[in-house]
């Protein structure tokens, strides 16, 4: 059973995305901030950005090393690919400051979450594009 019956077009879900993540970003800053205080706050947003972009930037190499190796034994690294799509949305989304963009960016380090998109944008896509 799909999660949302009404089909939404990737500029809708951006659009939405750009309208609706800002103030939730916003109303986080303010619940921590009012809890922990600015400083804890700043430091927690500063070490999610270095955190974030030495892990992306590790799995990063490593999944070049995975399309270059799939390059060289004649293959089409589409998996590979996929995972390094995913890699640098979550590096964009770990280097933008807030907690929801944080979590959902180290989501997507997760191989095993990134294999589960994949797959779901295989599913949904297969009769839409032509697929490799």
Known sequence: MPVCSIPMRPAT?????????????????????????LGPTMAIVLLTAVLGATLVSRQGRGVLASIQAEFAAGQFPARSLAHGAMILVAGALLVTPGFLTDVVGFSLLSPQIREVLRRWGVRRWANRVTVL
């Open 13 to 37: 879900l951006l659009f939405l995305a750009f309208v609706l993540v800002p103030p939730i970003e916003i109303g986080l800053f303010i619940v921590v901030g009012s809890r922990i205080g």
